[in-house]
């Protein structure tokens, strides 16, 4: 099993560009979940989901947009990239959403300019 | 607001010196996890506490739930070089929105 994946790994954008940030699961966990992570402010969430065609808005979601067409991919939507955006994303995913061990992806550090 | 308040934020020790990280909180949890994260990798899952007063164990890590489950405790023994990360508590208030983090506590054990 690959786990979680995410691409790309790394990513520089120009303030208004928008682009996607893949993640993808092959351990047929229905929940998954888009964190950021900010140095002193640890991870925060972003958007969830508890399963196929179904989504929800976590802490931070403003400026994102996800889908969930299929169980085993989430992928985060930038919309127009603002540099308050630069941050480190990771994408997890587990068994349930409540006291199971979450998988984590390896994450994408993503700087707008 | 801050749900899960992590202490110290940064803690270097020399190797073989004992430390005690701590999470705390004014709310209740469900469960609590701890995770450990690695420069440029995403975190992984140490242990997960359930029930308060729950103590666990992996290796020379000793971890606590504290009886009302609002707070937790992490305890390394003999600490070594390998144990340097970040150190990351969660917890689980038993919705779908998943799991609140600390900010974490920066560990440096050096040799």
């Known amino acids: 099993n690959a786990g979680v994946t995410q691409t790309p790994k790394f990513q520089v954008l120009k303030t208004g560009q928008s682009m996607t940030l893949q993640c993808a699961q092959d351990?047929?966990?229905?929940?998954m979940s888009w964190y950021r992570q900010d140095p002193g402010m640890g991870l925060r969430l972003i958007h969830y989901?508890?399963?196929?065609?179904?989504?929800d808005q976590g802490e931070v979601p403003n400026g994102y947009n996800v889908s969930r067409s299929t169980t085993e991919d989430f992928p985060l939507r930038l919309l127009s990239a603002a540099p308050s955006q630069t941050s480190v994303y990771f994408c997890?995913?587990?068994?349930?959403?409540?006291?199971?061990?979450?998988?984590f992806g390896p994450g994408t550090r993503l700087t707008v300019t | 607001t801050q749900l899960l308040e992590q202490s110290p934020q940064f803690l270097s020790i020399q190797e073989g010196e004992n430390l005690t990280v701590y999470c705390n909180s004014s709310?209740?949890?469900?469960?609590l996890q701890w995770y450990r994260q690695e420069p440029g990798e995403g975190p992984v899952l140490l242990v997960t506490?359930?029930?308060?007063?729950e103590v666990k164990k992996l290796k020379r890590l000793t971890f606590q739930f504290g009886d009302a489950r609002k707070d937790s405790s992490l305890h390394i023994t003999a600490a070594q070089p390998g144990d340097t990360g970040l150190y990351l508590c969660?917890?689980?208030?038993?919705?779908?929105?998943?799991?609140?983090f600390g900010k974490g506590t920066h560990l440096i054990i050096q040799p």
């Open positions: 997890a995913s587990s068994l349930k959403p409540e006291g199971y061990e979450q998988y």
């Open positions: 351990m047929n966990h229905e929940y």
């Open positions: 989901s508890v399963g196929a065609g179904i989504t």
């Open positions: 709310s209740v949890f469900s469960s």
């Open positions: 506490v359930v029930t308060g007063g």
């Open positions: 969660a917890g689980a208030r038993g919705g779908a929105d998943g799991l609140t």
